[in-house]
């Protein structure tokens, strides 16, 4: 078992990694942030939030990746 860091900037950092990863992604299917946000049924600020490094829900990132067609596990990568 692992002890967490002292402070959180790892899980800003993961954040940040996860949205780029998620931005990405988008792009490279060249799909808009509207064509994203409208088929994952999230609000339009929400896909903002997530694609510059904020803290997302679980179900938010679990729609958003299914609609690029992204695991969890494709988000770490």
């Not at 060249?30 to 179900?59: H, I, M, S, Y």
Request: hydrophobic fraction near 45%.
């Amino acid at each position: 078992m692992r002890d967490l860091p002292d402070d959180d900037d790892w899980l800003t950092d993961r954040f940040r990694a996860i949205g780029l990863r998620l931005r990405a992604e988008r792009l490279n299917q060249n799909l808009t942030q509207d064509d994203v946000w409208l088929a994952a049924g999230v609000d339009r600020r929400t896909l903002q939030f997530v694609e510059a490094g904020k803290e997302p829900k679980l179900g938010t990132l679990l729609r958003i990746a299914y609609v690029l067609g992204l695991s969890l596990a494709d988000l770490e990568s």
